[in-house]
């Protein structure tokens, strides 16, 4: 899944699109999509990417640039023809209608026969566990249980693209967590084609074969989910997703695999080179803070160290989040697992800390 | 543990299973008089208001009902100076109770005509029963006061007495006529109503051809109201659709323009239509000078019906636009995305998805439009001509030229149950909690 096919099924060709013909809401984006992929698309509010889909879906046109559909410009294709499934943040659910016929709706506009109708309808309805709700209208369902039947409606007619905009948005945590692999399956089982747009990182990583992460019209990193969360390409794509403590510093030494970073208040720290080339650059260095140790033991050998200062402890269940001061920083944080014995560091103290060079990863500077 | 749960709980169950506060009252009572203040804060605030509604609405339109029914024209009269009522033609009155309707007036009936007349023409009401029978038989009033003038003279037998001073009171119609207005109360005002009379035998039938006028009138207001509901739904729908979808700072202006006619004089609105659409008119003109027409052929658009439709469709356009407009600015565009993404031309997008959220505008600006447009009067009275004229119209009429208010007040109250019919109807069909007004 990792390196596009062959044949790219979803295709963005240099697609640009302004609104106002002053600004481009949508900048240069390129975007290759084999068949049966799960692709997330996230990114802050006003990053583009509810804008990339809805070109898609065909509700906007693209001002610049080719979308292409298995091979096929569908630039000029009206939305109905395309044949693309979506579910909708609000699901769009039609409140005249009863669950069973807002299911039959682009069976009927299809002119599908009957029989063969309500066959479909029953078999979407079974299929996301609202068989016996088929006569209710969307107002008497939970949030959901309305979640579910949006769903069920964009796969009826068997699409092979389905977009989801935000589609769990409005569900609160737990429901959330539960759809979020409810939909996977669903994807994984009909081998469908997904595009799926989020601004709640959890739920990118969670479920998507590849994350792209939009910001200022553009795609900032396109990566499987781990990738993108422990190798990101640049400090918005690090600040973006998960918890990270931010170093400034210049690069003092280079190698391949390694730079030593001299920070703003002196300290030098080891650092994997992502974005800097040679030395005398600014750098942003990154490091997740479950990757930072503060027991010797577990220090990498020759790793530079640095000192910390505790100036909290939160207690958060099945782990310790440990904020401290380091190089003039008062946000450092530093994450632990909540296991048989492990040390509780009271505010006050004062320690060594240290990271595999791995971990911490020097990207340009904001 | 048990304790605490049960030392926290506000309330607590009693012996016979009903709720009860901590301190053992019962709790709906608790909760009534808990409320009891506000509820009677917020009814003084609605006092005014309701009075108001009594009696500018409520009175009125019971006053209109009895009125309907009232027949006392013949029956009583009422003194200006003393207050006092005083009844009207008893003798014959007897004898109409006593004789089936169609019998042939006999010298009894003569002799009690005769007593009556003279009897009115002594307190001075003669005029109001002859003006009476008058709405029945046209043209006798005159045979009233003629003959009671010479009444108080006649001898026995009255009834070569009665015929020598005016041969036209052997017409049974007259006496007909006179035996309906025998009672204090009668449906007959609802009878001439919708063109039906009572026959010399009592038999209810269709008055004469040329005669009758109000059910070809009523029939007129529903086809012309119903017609005009449905342009303004044709002309209001796209501009309530685009006031909802425009954005904000462009739909505002829209909507003063929609709202500018309500800022008009009504009379304004209606006379400039007539400068408009006569036939010397601007419209007109302008035909002529494009070639469209030559000039000899102007149209005739206004003092008719056309004139009434124009007029009145554009006068209560708002009244469709706005409940339209309310109705559609909360529904989400995302309906009409999610059909057409379900595979739904636009038009079946409309058709199935988006026409059908709309119900509850269309209704209510059609009520709301055909029930102002039954009762329309000043529109079609300056533009309508004579094949414009609509029902209320002639209630007009009968309440200022003719005078018979009862009849008036039986064409309004048909009117009222028409349009009550409609709010019943409605409710069945649509139901009437959908109504959406804003």
Known sequence: ?366 | MTDAVAAAAPTTRATDGRLTTADGKPLKAALARAQARNKRRAFFLVVPLLLFVVVTFLVPIGQMLSMSVNNSAFYSWKDRDTGDTIPLMVDLRGWFNENEPGTEPDEAAYAALAAGLAHARDIKAIGQIGTRINYEVSGTRSLFTGTSRKAERMEPPYKEAILDADEEWADPEIWAAMRSASKAFTLDFYLAALDRTRDADGNIVKVDEERAVYILLFQRTFVLSALITLMTLILGFPIAHLLATLPLRHSNLLMILVLLPFWTSLLVRTTSWIVLLQSQGVVNDLWVASGLIDDGNRLQMIYNRTGTIIAMTHILLPFMVLPLYSVMRPIDPSYVRAARSLGATSWTAFRRVYLPQTVPGIGAGGLLVFILAVGYYITPALVGGSSGQLISNLIAFHMQKSLNWSLAAALASLLLGAVLLLYWLYDRLVGIDNLKLG
Not at chain 1, 71 to 100: C, D, E, S, W
Not at chain 1, 175 to 203: A, N, P, S
């Open chain 1, 1 to 366: 899944m990792n390196a596009p096919a062959a044949k790219p099924f979803v295709e963005f060709d240099r697609v640009q699109k302004s609104y106002d013909g002053e600004t481009l809401v949508v900048k240069d984006l390129n975007l290759q999509m084999p068949k049966g992929e799960f692709l997330t698309m996230l990114g802050p509010s006003g990053s583009g990417k509810t804008t990339c889909l809805m070109m898609l879906a065909g509700f906007e046109t693209a001002t610049h640039g080719e979308i292409k559909l298995d091979g096929k410009p569908i630039n000029n294709i009206p939305p109905h023809k395309r044949g693309i499934g979506m579910v909708f943040q609000n699901y769009a659910l039609f409140p005249h209608m009863t669950v069973a016929e807002n299911l039959a709706f682009p069976l009927d506009v299809r002119g599908e026969p009957k029989s063969d109708r309500e066959a479909r309808v029953r078999m979407a309805l079974d299929m996301v566990q609202m068989g016996a709700f088929g006569a209710r209208r969307p107002a008497q369902l939970s949030g959901g249980q309305r979640q579910r039947v949006a769903l069920a409606r964009a796969l009826v007619f068997e699409p092979e693209l389905v977009l989801m905009d935000e589609p769990l948005g409005a569900l609160d945590k737990q429901l959330r967590e539960h759809m979020q692999f409810e939909i996977k399956h669903l994807h994984e089982r009909l081998g469908i084609t997904v595009v799926y747009v989020t601004h709640d990182q959890t739920e990118a990583l969670t479920m998507s074969d590849r994350v792209a992460v939009f910001n200022d019209g553009r795609i900032q990193q396109l990566a499987p989910p781990d990738e993108l969360y422990e190798r990101p390409q640049n400090s918005f794509v690090a600040g973006f997703i998960g918890e990270n403590n931010r170093l400034e510093g210049t690069v003092e030494a280079i190698e391949a695999d390694k730079a030593v970073v001299r920070l703003k208040s002196g300290e030098i720290i080891d650092a994997t080179p992502v974005n800097v080339t040679q030395v005398g650059q600014d750098t942003l260095v990154s490091i997740r803070p479950e990757r930072v140790e503060f027991k010797p033991e577990y220090f990498d050998p020759g790793a530079h160290t640095i000192e910390a200062e505790v100036l909290e402890f939160i207690y958060m269940g099945d782990s310790f989040r440990t904020r401290m001061r380091v190089a003039g920083h008062d946000d450092f944080v530093m994450k632990c697992r909540n296991m048989l014995g492990q040390q509780r560091l009271e505010p006050g103290r004062k320690l060594q800390i240290s990271w595999h060079p791995q971990d911490a990863r020097a990207l340009d500077p904001m």
